[in-house]
């Protein structure tokens, strides 16, 4: 007997493929980063070959017992709840598309609520962790300049690691305490910068990356051992490597820092408003994750600026 196919053979007929790649062209026409893109081509394409092997060769007869389908084909899988959540996110914008454009009436995905989402709040550092994270790299090599000036950037500003790979050295406003960072999309802000880190930032330009750059390497600022601009998986690769060699117990990723960024400004006194501003986050609410403060700080905070604390 011949097995069942799986829906990634299932061909992707004409009818299918032409307004996803049409949807794609014009989600990399507004800009939007590889990452979300490929999320995109990746999701919506399981969903489109999901109808395929459900008989649907027009977009027009899509259905929401189709996304439903596929949904709990998904958790049948054992795919996580944010695996879900991010594949109906996906589905509903494609089509929220189809109907702007005129292709389609109905939004099949539009009353589908997507798994609730347990929020795992990242680990946040201390101010011992964060001085022997920094002391872990050999900052007397080339490579070690380098991974010392990536630690120390990443928490003197909170920019994300996708924002630190894309870094170029013309956005280093050094001598005014500023780096220009590309946030995802079009945008663009400004973003102080620590002394410490203008510091290890100045040493690894001249002292590591010339060692590190080639005749054809360009204006990145953070290179890899061939001349190239780091990856993001390189950066996480880093970091884990110089959160082994300290004696803390916790999770230790770029986000580590974000978070360790943000959580240090707010138990510092900076309002809500700021911390968004420098993190980029375009919804305050996005920003409000960070906010987890230790209940002896809030009733300090209590204290010092109700009337009545």
């Given amino acids: 007997m011949a097995r069942p196919k799986s829906i990634d053979e299932f061909p992707l007929p004409e009818t299918l493929a032409a307004p996803f790649e049409h949807f794609l062209n014009t989600m990399t026409d507004k800009g939007l980063s590889a990452n979300t893109l490929d999320a995109y081509r990746r999701d919506l394409g399981r969903y489109l070959r999901h109808l395929s092997a459900q008989g649907v060769d027009r977009l027009q007869a899509a259905e929401q017992q189709h996304v439903a389908h596929l949904l709990r084909t998904l958790s049948d899988a054992g795919l996580s709840p944010s695996t879900m959540a991010r594949n109906l996110t ?17 939004n099949p995905a539009e009353n589908l609520d997507a798994p609730k989402l347990e929020r795992k709040l990242p680990d946040v550092l201390t ?7 920094f002391s872990a790299p050999d900052a007397d090599e080339p490579l070690g300049q380098r991974d010392h000036a990536i630690l120390e950037v990443l928490y003197a500003t909170g920019i994300r ?4 790979t894309a870094l170029q050295r013309a956005a280093l406003l050094l001598d005014h305490g500023l780096i220009r960072v590309l946030g995802r999309g079009p945008s663009e802000r400004l973003v102080p910068i620590s002394p410490q880190a203008i510091r290890a930032l100045i040493r690894y330009l001249k002292q590591g990356r010339p060692h590190l750059a080639r005749p054809d390497s360009d204006d990145h600022v953070f290179l890899n051992i061939q001349g190239g601009a780091l990856s993001r998986m390189s950066i996480w690769k880093i970091i884990k490597s110089a959160g082994d060699k300290t004696s803390s117990e916790k999770e230790i990723s770029p986000h580590t820092l974000r ?51």
């Fill in 90 to 106: 996906s589905i509903k914008r494609f089509h929220q598309y189809l109907l702007l454009q005129g292709t389609t009436e109905i």
């Fill in 127 to 133: 101010i011992d962790e964060i001085t022997a994270l």
């Fill in 161 to 164: 690691v996708s924002e630190l």
């Fill in 259 to 309: 978070h360790s960024f943000a959580t240090h400004l707010l138990e510092g006194g900076a309002n809500l408003r700021e911390v968004q501003e420098l993190l980029g986050h375009a919804d305050i609410s996005t920003t409000q994750i960070y906010t987890h403060l230790d209940r002896s700080h809030l009733k300090e905070v209590h204290k010092t600026y109700h009337p009545r604390g």
